[in-house]
């Protein structure tokens, strides 16, 4: 019965190397959200959908993309991951204030 | 600037006893406050949440308390239990929408011993 499923957990590519991250939720939520959590650090949001809505921060580098074909599920693209986007990067979904975690995807560049 | 703010990196309390975590905050426009704990590998579960207009929310062992006025809100647990042992993240949502930013405080890591 989860509710936001991210896949894969573990991620390893190379400096350079485009990579996806996926997220699934079966809560029907029409918000969902990308954090970056780097160790011993607080997340940090890089957007947001409300719906269709894109809503990005203003501190999110253009080197990270989102993708939300439907409601379901939502993408997290790097187009060009270097050694400083090595972090664990969390989806979350809400449909009011409290939002739900997913298990989080642990991306590695080498 | 950090604006949601954990000042006790690490907390030990034995069991059965009370866990007390804290959390300051300096923006007068978040509307509500959420506590989350995550295990390590894991993403953060949501334990327990609190709107601006209330001073207390109570469930099961776990209460939180708002004090609008000091810009702070704690997390109680009683009785505290060895599987209680995790980074505990207080965070804080602004005004405006049901939904948005949550900013997050740097997490205060609690070891129950039993």
């Known amino acids: ?110 | 600037d950090q604006q949601v703010k954990q000042n006790s990196p690490s907390l030990s309390v034995q069991e059965g006893r009370i866990s007390i975590l804290n959390c300051d905050y300096t923006n007068s426009m978040f509307d509500y406050f959420l506590w989350y704990k995550k295990y390590p590998a894991e993403g953060p579960t949501f334990l327990i949440s609190i709107s601006s207009i209330k001073d207390k929310n109570e469930d099961g062992r776990f209460t939180v308390f708002l004090n609008k006025s000091a810009k702070h809100l704690s997390l109680h647990i009683v009785p505290s239990q060895p599987g209680d042992s995790a980074v505990y993240f207080c965070a804080a949502k602004g005004s405006g929408t049901s939904y948005g930013k949550l900013t997050f405080g740097q997490g205060t890591i609690l070891t129950v011993h039993p």
């Not at chain 1, 894969?8 to 190379?14: A, H, I, L, S």
């Not at chain 1, 400096?15 to 809560?27: A, H, Y």
């Not at chain 1, 969902?32 to 809505?53: E, R």
Request: glycine share 4%.
């Open chain 1, 1 to 110: 019965d989860a509710m936001v499923i991210q896949n894969p957990r573990y991620q390893v590519t190379q400096f350079g190397k485009p990579v996806t991250l996926s997220c699934s939720q079966t809560l029907n939520h029409n918000v969902m959200y990308w954090y970056q959590q780097k160790s011993s650090q607080a997340p940090k949001l890089l957007f947001h959908y409300y719906d269709k809505d894109f809503n990005n921060e203003a501190d999110t580098p253009d080197n990270f993309q989102s993708r939300r074909p439907n409601t379901s599920f939502c993408f997290l693209d790097i187009r060009s991951p270097g050694l400083g986007d090595a972090a664990m990067y969390l989806c979350a979904t809400s449909r009011e204030e409290t939002q739900y975690f997913g298990p989080g995807t642990r991306l590695l560049v080498l």
